[in-house]
């Protein structure tokens, strides 16, 4: 079964201190990979996508993600954090072809200490 | 930038009324899409849309449900006979094509309330 699991429901980190969010995938093809954001009241913003290449990547706002297959995971890091990070973070799967539909983990509710 | 938008904001309608969700699509986007998240739930695909007609859609998308894009810009979600399980945020979102990936944008949301 197509699946993403982001083990952790709720995550407090201090501002300043580094982040990692999880996220475990379950998925028949060759997965592309994406983190969105969700503010509280908003839609999704798109982090960061992974569809081929350097498994290292580089998104919005200094998050980056590494995509590891022999793991299949897709973790999100951030290496200092700061407060309007606070919001919750949604890995999600999805095939090459367009059209597909895109496959959701539960979400992480990040909050931020200062 | 070119985004997603998506009206009304927030809808409030009677157990069994038929509601449109619209959506104005990105404007060179070919592939458009509805998801819902349910309160505290994460989200969910419907369907999505191509070329007029349903490129693929999921179990929640029964025949209570319709898609249409009845002009150039415009792309609904219909639902007939509205639940109380139907409450939730129904976000639209559309994509390029395949050869940029399948990068979705999505739109801020409808918040749909079923007394």
């Known amino acids: 079964a197509q699946s993403v699991t982001q083990p952790d429901i709720h995550i407090t980190v201090s501002e300043g201190a580094s982040l990692e969010l999880r996220c475990n995938y379950s998925?028949?093809?060759?997965?592309?990979l994406f983190w969105y954001v969700q503010s509280p009241g908003q839609g999704l913003q798109l982090l960061l996508k992974?569809?081929?290449?350097?498994?290292l990547v580089q998104g919005i706002k200094g998050f980056e993600a590494e995509f590891k297959r022999s793991q299949s995971s897709f973790n999100l890091r951030k290496p200092s954090v700061h407060w309007s990070d606070a919001a919750e973070y949604f890995c999600a799967v999805g095939a090459k072809k367009a059209g597909t539909a895109l496959i959701f983990g539960k979400g992480t509710t990040l909050s931020v200490s200062s | 930038e070119p985004e997603v938008t998506q009206t009304p904001s927030h809808q409030v309608t009677q157990m069994g009324q038929e509601v449109i969700l619209r959506c104005v699509p990105i404007?060179?986007?070919?592939?458009f899409y509805w998801y819902r998240q349910i309160l505290g739930q994460k989200v969910e695909f419907l369907v999505s849309f191509y070329n007029n007609e349903i490129s693929e859609k999921s179990e929640i998308f029964d025949d209570q449900f319709s898609v249409e894009r009845p002009d150039g810009s415009n792309f609904t979600l219909k639902i007939r006979s509205t639940k109380l399980e139907d409450s939730a945020m129904y976000f639209c979102?559309?994509?390029?094509?395949?050869?940029?990936?399948?990068?979705?944008?999505f739109g801020p949301g409808t918040r749909l309330t079923v007394l």
């Open positions: 404007s060179n986007h070919l592939y």
């Open positions: 979102a559309s994509s390029e094509a395949v050869a940029k990936g399948h990068e979705q944008f």
């Open positions: 992974y569809f081929s290449g350097d498994t």
């Open positions: 998925y028949g093809a060759t997965p592309y």
